[in-house]
């Protein structure tokens, strides 16, 4: 009973997603996009050599920055990179995550705009990006992942449903049989 509580899905991530499936372009397309987007925003924001901690409102894309957050988001950039190369359910992981951190980051700045804790120089724009970044990774990494109609075919609907999908084989790899739908 604690076993089924604490893991109520009887799948690793790794086991069920083939490394050539088309739902891991997705999750790469989606961390590659995203990261490519926070280097640029970091690498300009280095460029333009704003102190560390500096809060006087220099700006980068529209977006309020100092030197600390241009690390920062070169650093997660980078870490969506190798999201990217590795692929698969590493990659749907890690947009999951990061877009998780990135909605917390909303709130916790939201909470810290105004206050002396400023110290990555948010204003309210950087923390509607934040959002929607996060949002947006979350979108890529939960796509084809999660949901109450995901296809019979998909490796994650196959993994939560372990005894259907074999049934469901059994009955493709009979001869002159009809394949079985969602409605079997």
């Known amino acids: 009973m604690l076993r089924r509580l604490l893991r109520p899905v009887n799948a690793e991530?790794?086991?069920?997603?083939?490394?050539?499936?088309?739902?891991?372009?997705?999750?790469?397309v989606?961390?590659?996009?995203?990261?490519?987007?926070?280097?640029?925003f970091g690498i300009l924001g280095i460029i333009d050599r704003i102190g560390f901690f500096d809060t006087g409102g220099?700006?980068?894309?529209?977006?309020?920055?100092?030197?600390?957050?241009?690390?920062?988001?070169?650093?997660?950039?980078?870490?969506?990179?190798?999201?990217?190369?590795?692929?698969g359910s590493f990659a749907s992981?890690?947009?999951?995550?990061?877009?998780?951190?990135?909605?917390?980051s909303g709130f916790v700045n939201l909470a810290l705009l105004d206050t002396g804790l400023n110290f990555l120089a948010f204003r309210i724009q950087n923390v509607l990006f934040s959002?929607?970044?996060?949002?947006?990774?979350?979108?890529?990494?939960?796509?084809?992942?999660?949901?109450?109609a995901l296809p019979h075919d998909n490796p994650y609907w196959r993994a939560?449903?372990?005894?259907?999908?074999?049934?469901?084989e059994r009955m493709r790899a009979r001869p002159g049989a009809v394949a079985m739908g969602p409605s079997a």
């Open 30 to 40: 989606g961390a590659g996009l995203t990261g490519l987007l926070l280097v640029v």
């Open 131 to 148: 959002f929607v970044v996060g949002v947006m990774l979350m979108w890529f990494g939960m796509y084809g992942r999660v949901g109450s």
């Open 160 to 168: 939560r449903h372990p005894e259907q999908a074999a049934r469901e």
């Open 93 to 104: 992981t890690l947009n999951i995550a990061l877009g998780l951190l990135f909605i917390a």
């Open 13 to 28: 991530l790794d086991e069920h997603l083939p490394t050539d499936h088309k739902l891991s372009q997705v999750y790469r």
């Open 58 to 87: 220099d700006t980068v894309l529209a977006l309020n920055t100092n030197g600390a957050l241009s690390v920062l988001s070169i650093c997660i950039g980078v870490l969506l990179f190798v999201g990217m190369v590795i692929g």
